[in-house]
């Protein structure tokens, strides 16, 4: 099964490459951002040893088709995707702080609550609540953005603005654009059938001083996504929800004995449960785009790549 685990190209105009948990970005004359979505696949930010076939498309096409939904509300890195897996953008200097914002108690949130805690990053949580129920409001709880392979960390907004990490002044715009987003994310994903429970942006500054969106957007790496459909029936039962996200990657994982804690192996990834994954990549996809996953070639991969950006570049 052909998957992209690294990348080593050497395009037009290559002056340095940054190779993120999944994706890879190459930095070209200054002034584009090529970032190629690798099928790495990560989780408890600790990267798997295996990839998963079509894992970086889907993401980068999903992550393409928000940015061109949501461009009318916020402004965002993105020029072109010349190949199925890559996108081209504005080079921008990333906020070092990635903002997570919550409409339910679930994943991290969920953990942290039943672990007995009624603040998170600075954020009161009212008592008696149930895993995956939903906030009277959504909550923006940041995180610190993380340099390779160590954990990002929750932080307050308090903590942020007295650390400098992000001025006031942006940060305020920063909060702006979260919501907005999030805003819109939950209306699309209404549409489809899906409730839009959490996810992340990312964000950056251009050249010429604007805030933009950078990176991916409501993918199921970075966002969770609930079926609408039986949802209150199933929290009154005190059952599970079905949701689509990577969150059934990092439950398999828990049930193998492993959360990324110190000392903890990394379970075994069979053939046939990479492939599982993949399918069900595919199956995410094609609900939350509400259309068919179209397979790119993967024979070649890495030629194919090479080939569609160096056209990209050269004209």
């Known amino acids: 099964m052909n998957a992209i685990i690294n990348t080593d190209f ?25 970032m190629v979505a690798t099928d790495r696949l990560s989780a408890f930010d600790v990267v798997m040893p295996k990839g998963v076939p079509y894992k970086g498309q889907i993401l980068n096409q999903i992550a393409t088709k928000f940015m061109q939904l949501t461009e009318d509300i916020v402004p965002n890195w993105l020029i072109d995707t010349p190949d199925p897996s890559v996108a081209v953008g504005h080079i921008c200097e ?31 949580l009212p008592e008696g609540l149930k ?24 932080i307050s907004r308090e903590d942020i603005l007295a650390n400098g990490v992000v001025t006031e002044e942006d940060y305020i715009v920063l909060e702006k654009y979260t919501r907005d987003l999030f805003q819109r994310g939950t209306e699309i994903a209404a549409s489809r059938g899906l409730i839009l429970v959490d996810t992340k942006y990312e964000f950056g500054r251009t050249k010429d001083g604007r805030i933009v969106l950078i990176d991916e957007i ?30 059934f990657v990092r439950q398999w994982l828990i ?22 994954v993949s399918e069900r990549y595919i199956e995410l996809y094609e609900k939350i785009i509400g259309e068919k996953f179209v397979k790119a070639d993967i024979s070649d991969i890495q030629n194919r790549i090479e080939k569609n950006v160096t056209a990209f570049l050269n004209k």
């Open 10 to 34: 050497n395009f037009p105009g290559q002056k340095s490459v940054y190779r993120g948990k999944v994706r890879e970005v190459y930095n070209i004359n200054d002034e584009l951002l090529v």
């Open 255 to 276: 049930t193998n004995g492993f959360q990324g804690k110190e000392n903890q192996q990394i379970p075994n990834m069979d053939e046939a449960y990479i492939e599982s």
């Open 131 to 154: 895993e995956n129920d939903k906030f009277a409001e959504p909550l923006i709880t940041p995180t610190t953005k993380a340099d390779n392979g160590e954990h990002d960390m929750d």
């Open 94 to 124: 990333p906020f070092k702080v990635e903002m997570v914002i919550r409409g339910y108690l679930a994943g991290h949130a969920a953990r942290e609550y039943a672990a007995g805690k009624r603040t998170l990053c600075g954020v009161s």
């Open 218 to 247: 409501h993918t199921p790496d970075s966002s969770r996504y609930f079926y609408a459909d039986g949802y209150q029936d199933r929290q009154d039962k005190g059952e599970g929800q079905k949701q689509l996200s990577k969150e």
